[in-house]
T-cell receptor, first 112, second 113 residues
Framework: KAGVTQTPRYLIKTRGQQVTLSCSPI?????VSWYQQTPGQGLQFLFE???????NKGNFPGRFSGRQFSNSRSEMNVSTLELGDSALYLC???????????FGPGTRLTVT | TQLLEQSPQFLSIQEGENLTVYCNSS?????LQWYRQEPGEGPVLLVT?????EVKKLKRLTFQFGDARKDSSLHITAAQPGDTGLYLC?????????????FGSGTKLNVKP
């Protein structure tokens, strides 16, 4: 069974731009969660999508948004990028019923 | 402020030594997970503990969930260089938000040969 895939793996953007990250979950998993990982704050929950609906949300500004498609693939968008958005963005897939989470390798975003 | 506090933050030991990592909170969790993350990769799930007082063993790793489901520990016996990595605990709140996990700040372990 293929694991969680994230694209792109690395991204460099300029302050003020917007960015879209993609995550393909494990086949059969209906839940995708997104996390931001930084050296200072560690891993922080952004949001979770289950069957195309946002089910949980963390404490991030509205510049961070996401969506999930009918095939469970998910995208995350960050608008008006700030320097502080530089981080490793991880997605995790699970069955969605309290099952175990499996993480992808992450997208390393650098904002200059 | 982190909901889950991990200690120690850094640990550098010699191969063959034992160590314990702690994950503490004032909140109750419905389950708690432990992960290991290596540079440039996503966290890899090691174990999930669900019941208060539960103990799980994974080869040289022993995981314990506190009786009150507020804390957990990870004990490694006879550490090896391959155990090097960032160890993270993550708790799921009890109010039914299944996948809204809160992560600890992590313990960076370095095992020297």
């Amino acid at each position: 069974k293929a694991g969680v895939t994230q694209t792109p793996r690395y991204l460099i953007k300029t302050r003020g731009q917007q960015v879209t990250l993609s995550c393909s979950p494990i086949s059969g998993h209906r839940s995708v969660s997104w996390y931001q990982q930084t050296p200072g704050q560690g891993l922080q929950f952004l949001f979770e999508y289950f069957s195309e609906t946002q089910r949980n949300k963390g404490n991030f500004p509205g510049r961070f948004s996401g969506r999930q498609f009918s095939n469970s693939r998910s995208e995350m968008n960050v608008s008006t990028l700030e320097l502080g958005d530089s981080a490793l963005y991880l997605c995790a897939s699970s069955s969605g019923q309290g099952g175990e989470q499996y993480f992808g390798p992450g997208t390393r975003l650098t904002v200059t | 402020t982190q909901l889950l506090e991990q200690s120690p933050q850094f640990l550098s030991i010699q191969e063959g030594e034992n160590l314990t990592v702690y994950c503490n909170s004032s909140s109750v969790f419905s389950s708690l997970q432990w992960y290991r993350q290596e540079p440039g990769e996503g966290p890899v799930l090691l174990v999930t503990v669900v019941t208060g007082g539960e103990v799980k063993k994974l080869k040289r790793l022993t995981f314990q969930f506190g009786d009150a489901r507020k804390d957990s520990s990870l004990h490694i016996t006879a550490a090896q260089p391959g155990d090097t990595g960032l160890y993270l605990c993550a708790g799921a709140p009890p109010e039914g938000n299944f996948n809204k996990f809160y992560f600890g700040s992590g313990t960076k372990l370095n095992v020297k040969p």
